[in-house]
């Protein structure tokens, strides 16, 4: 079946420094694929998101890339914040949406 | 805040029992999703509903259900609940009919069966 693999499971990064999460998807009808960050206690947020047609998306210190022939994105932060500490889901979606299983990022001050 | 209002924030009820969750979308979203978060399986899409109709279904329950009201609210009903339902339940609204844009998460329902 469709799933979305996610790499890696935690990832702990010196302030300053980038950081990069990377997935894969198993549908190529998968079109949509945003990204969520989830901070403790709190439900996943929207950060950044690209569709199939756009091979790399920038907002601020945040950049996707997709490789839709790999069927593999790629979430790229950098000049990281100790307040960009959470989990981070990926997600493929086309008429059904699938997440990674995320990935807990510590940015150390 | 996302906009999007979830009630009740924490519920605890005996295995076998039912319950309602509730959410109000953000105004003038008209789509509305249900998921369900556990530690083993992570975020799992349940259903989604468009202007009142389902418009796309996931690895939802037969003991599961939903619907969304006139007033675009939805509610997710869980029946004859088990240990295994206990989870953070997020409901979710977005502008589109389609499962493809962008969705905007509320702050979640975190249920206990004991």
């Known amino acids: 079946g469709e799933n979305v693999e996610q790499h890696p499971s935690t990832l702990s990064v010196q302030e300053g420094d980038s950081a990069v999460i990377k997935c894969t998807y198993s549908?190529?009808?998968?079109?949509?694929f945003p990204w969520y960050k989830q901070e403790l206690g709190k439900g996943p947020q929207l950060i950044i998101d690209i569709r199939s047609n756009v091979g790399e998306k920038k907002d601020q210190r945040i950049a996707v890339t997709l490789n839709k022939t790999a069927k593999h994105f790629s979430l790229h932060i950098t000049e990281t914040q100790p307040e960009d500490s959470a989990v981070y889901f990926c997600a493929a979606i086309y008429d059904k949406v699938i997440f990674g299983p995320g990935t807990s990022l510590s940015v150390i001050p | 805040d996302s906009g999007v209002t979830q009630t009740p924030k924490h519920l605890i009820t005996a295995t076998g029992q039912r319950v309602t969750l509730r959410c109000s979308p953000r105004?003038?979203?008209?789509?509305v999703y249900w998921y369900q978060q556990s530690l083993d399986q992570g975020l799992q899409f349940l259903i989604q509903?468009?202007?009142?109709?389902?418009?796309a279904k996931g690895n939802i329950l037969e003991r599961f259900s939903a619907q969304q009201f006139p007033d675009l609210h939805s509610e997710l009903n869980l029946s004859s609940l088990e240990l295994g339902d206990s989870a953070l339940y997020f409901c979710?609204?977005?502008?589109?009919?389609?499962?493809?844009?962008?969705?905007?998460f509320g702050q979640g329902t975190r249920l206990t069966v004991v």
């Open positions: 105004s003038g979203d008209l789509s």
């Open positions: 509903y468009y202007n009142g109709e389902e418009r």
């Open positions: 549908d190529s009808a998968s079109n949509y």
């Open positions: 979710a609204s977005s502008v589109g009919g389609g499962v493809n844009t962008e969705a905007f």
